[in-house]
């Protein structure tokens, strides 16, 4: 089975309502070809939908060694969707080189993948799923922002945790593969 395939069957399988909105804007928007970033992890043709699964994966690990496990359903939305926005953000140009469309950058690109799932793909999500989203990068450049109380509020939400330290180390792993000799990214 491939990326594309295990991504859309994980998706499936949570049984949300709109779900199938979610997986349209994903295969119109790029999401199965588009690089996770230009000069980081998985800066390669369908990096983003690996590193997706790779954050999915890590987050089920993390999930399993919890005392009180949190909902799959919660876990396998935020994990494979929390950087969805990037499907029209980043692209391969002809030379093969990760790039970026600077006309559609916004900084906070958590909150845009949440309205992203919630406004345009009309996926309803709860509270918890809705910060973890948003708040997936930590972000401790906005202490001055007007959603500090949000970011203050995400600290406390155990899915918002698990879903920023599973991004990491997904990232970090695939940092580290990239630089291994002979390895596969």
């Not at 979610?22 to 000069?39: D, Q, R, W």
């Amino acid at each position: 089975m491939d990326i594309k395939e295990k991504i859309t069957e994980l998706l499936l399988s949570t049984g949300r309502e709109n779900i199938g909105n979610v997986l349209e804007y994903m295969e119109s928007n790029g999401f199965f070809t588009a690089p996770a970033s230009v000069s980081n992890h998985n800066n390669n043709e369908g990096g983003l939908a690996k590193h997706s699964l790779d954050v999915y994966e890590e987050a089920m690990r993390l999930n399993s060694q919890l005392a009180r496990p949190l909902p799959t359903t919660s876990v396998t939305l935020c994990s494979l969707l929390h950087d969805i926005c990037k499907s029209d953000q980043y692209y391969m140009n002809n030379k093969g080189v990760a790039c970026r469309d600077n006309d559609k950058i916004k900084r906070g690109h958590g909150v845009r993948s949440m309205f992203i799932l919630k406004r345009r793909c009309l996926l309803p999500l709860n509270y918890d799923e809705e910060m973890a989203i948003w708040w997936h990068m930590r972000c401790p450049d906005f202490h001055s922002s007007p959603h500090e109380r949000e970011r203050r509020e995400s600290e406390n939400i155990p899915l918002c945790r698990l879903i920023q330290e599973a991004d990491r180390n997904a990232a970090n792993q695939s940092g580290k593969k990239k630089d291994s000799p002979g390895s596969e990214v």
